[in-house]
């Protein structure tokens, strides 16, 4: 209970925390301080792709930890440079610009998106659209990005220049384009928003709307990528359509924090020195850990352990939905998955806590399970019995 207090002393109020303190974890497993063994079902909210204290991402932090940690980018360096080029290589996309999270990308994103507006159409092409129901970070531009006025509420004036539209729903983003868009910004799959895909439709079409009116189609790929969603990023599975830039953050230094903007090749002047800018951007540590990231995902072929996983979790999960009329829907893709339940999540994320199962709430009543990406069948298997003898109990 020590640490528990101390936080509540000391640590501002901004998180409902779950009453567990964690100091270690090892593949898909979360100690706490009393040795007790934690499967876990949230990989630090998407994050841990490879699991915990991967002997990959271990070396490699220790061995650039012992060289440099941090220059500037007012100077080169061997292993962000590196960890550019590999990312270019993978996704075929441009340029990347380096940043530290989530957020952080996305608003490198919106700045520009506008400065494309502006160098195409001038001042009045600045407009953004936006999902209702999305999720785009917590500083003020990303949550005028983020179409749920509860995150929004109480820090208005937010950020002009942003109109929603409802997702999914191509007619909605029809009423709203015009040749002063700059931008539509959209998440392949709404992790925050409740698990919900984009239909390819949809889509496609967004594509058909950004090529009419000179607007840039953005994919916020912060939870859907790196493996995620059973490829590298989540656009590959809407081919041929692709962003003209995307974001992603989360699982792609394992653990350590980074964001990062890939930009397409007709993008890739638009921002110039003074434009935009971090201190810590791609710092040397974080770019070693991403580098090693990339290279296990390649070399013990994560992706195809998704498809394989996320088949046999739908599977299981339909069968229950269909013993236990408490489940509505079971949704996602790859391992990005969640349960709606008539149940409402805070409560049924405490109750699988109770079981040595970590997962989180997205929204009212979805659990969502984004295990690390190695987690196997055995594994599986513990969770879902957690979950059936709490299903059981409530019957
Ligand atoms: N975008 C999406 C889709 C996210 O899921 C998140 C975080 O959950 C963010 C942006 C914000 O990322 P960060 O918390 O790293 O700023």
Redesign the pocket.
Known sequence: METIQTYNENVLNTYKRYPVVFNKGKGVWLFDKNGDKYLDMCAG?AVSGLGHSHPAIVKAIRKQAGKLIHTSNLYYNEVNGELAAKLTAVTGYSKVFFCN????A?EAAIKLARKFGKLTLGEKKHKIITMSNS????TIATITATGQPKYQKDFTPLLGGFVYAEYNNIEAIEKLVDSETAAIIV?PVQ??GGVHPADFEFIKKLRELCDKYNALLIF?E??TGVGRTGTMFCYEQYAPVKPDLFTS??AIAGGLPM?VLFVSEKLKDILQPGDHASTFGGNLVCSAAAIAVLDTIQKDKILSNVVKSSKYIFEKLNSMKKEFPVIKDVRGLGLLIGMETDIPAPELVNELLTKKIVTVPAGANVVRFIPPLIIKTKEIDFMLSGLREILVKRK
Not at 101 to 104: D, F, N, P, Q, V
């Open positions: 909210i999270s989530g957020a952080e996305n999720f785009h970070g917590r998440e992790g925050e916020d912060i939870q953050a989360k964001g």
